[in-house]
């Protein structure tokens, strides 16, 4: 029976050898079950943090497209009106001048006016004044020559005659270029 128990005793090891390497392999699979689902679980956190990153550049880069889009409408918009606010300015400053023109005439025309008035009125002072001489020359029989004034010889210069204006075509808005 030596034999025979010897032989179990053998198996008995051999079992155990068995047994033991296959314990160690069930713990070395066991950690790598572990560290897979470590790693995972590692992977799904990265993969919710990227997708959640994604929807929010997505987003942004959303609003940067509208934000894009209502730039370049307040840039056309304000394009036109920068071209509106230049040909409104020309032809303000068109109308300006010919305002300017139009005082300047008045005034040299109300300046002869004047001068001619005072001229006028001087002219009958004289006469009145040259009655009362008269009344006065007959009696000592010699008057003084008369004498010209300044207003009398500024009086006879006569302004041009008026020249018929030409009107200007309105000013044509610019239409803006398209992009």
Same mark, same amino acid.
């Not at 314990?23 to 959640?52: F, G, N, W």
């Given at each position: 029976?030596?034999? /025979?128990?010897?032989?179990?005793?053998?198996?008995?090891?051999?079992?155990?050898?068995?047994?033991?390497?296959? =314990?160690?392999?069930?713990?070395?699979?066991?950690? *790598?079950?572990?560290?897979?689902?470590?790693?995972?679980?590692?992977?799904?956190?990265?993969?919710?943090?990227?997708?959640?990153? &994604?929807?929010?550049?997505?987003?942004?880069?959303?609003?940067? *497209?509208?934000?894009?889009?209502?730039?370049?409408?307040?840039?056309?918009?304000?394009?036109?009106?920068?071209?509106?606010?230049?040909?409104?300015?020309?032809? /303000?400053? %068109?109308?300006?001048? #010919?305002?300017?023109?139009?005082?300047?005439?008045?005034?040299?025309?109300?300046?002869?006016?004047?001068?001619?008035?005072?001229?006028?009125? %001087?002219? !009958?002072?004289?006469? +009145?004044?040259?009655?009362?001489?008269? #009344?006065?020359?007959? +009696?000592? #029989?010699?008057?003084?020559? &008369?004498?010209?004034?300044?207003?009398?010889? +500024?009086? *006879?210069? *006569?302004?041009?005659?008026? !020249?018929?204006?030409? #009107?200007?075509?309105?000013?044509?808005?610019? +239409?803006?270029?398209? =992009?």
């Amino acid at each position: 029976m030596s034999d /025979n128990s010897e032989l179990l005793q053998q198996r008995v090891d051999s079992q155990r050898q068995k047994l033991e390497q296959a =314990s160690s392999v069930a713990e070395l699979t066991r950690a *790598r079950l572990d560290a897979a689902a470590a790693a995972a679980d590692d992977a799904l956190r990265e993969r919710k943090r990227l997708k959640t990153a &994604r929807e929010l550049a997505e987003s942004r880069a959303a609003r940067l *497209r509208k934000e894009a889009r209502k730039a370049k409408k307040l840039a056309v918009a304000t394009a036109e009106d920068r071209a509106d606010a230049e040909s409104e300015l020309a032809e /303000n400053t %068109a109308a300006l001048e #010919k305002r300017q023109a139009k005082l300047v005439k008045a005034e040299a025309a109300l300046a002869a006016a004047q001068a001619t008035e005072a001229a006028e009125q %001087a002219t !009958t002072e004289q006469a +009145t004044t040259k009655k009362a001489t008269t #009344k006065k020359a007959t +009696t000592k #029989k010699a008057s003084a020559p &008369r004498k010209r004034t300044a207003a009398s010889s +500024t009086a *006879r210069k *006569r302004t041009p005659a008026k !020249t018929a204006t030409t #009107k200007r075509a309105p000013a044509r808005k610019a +239409t803006p270029p398209r =992009s």
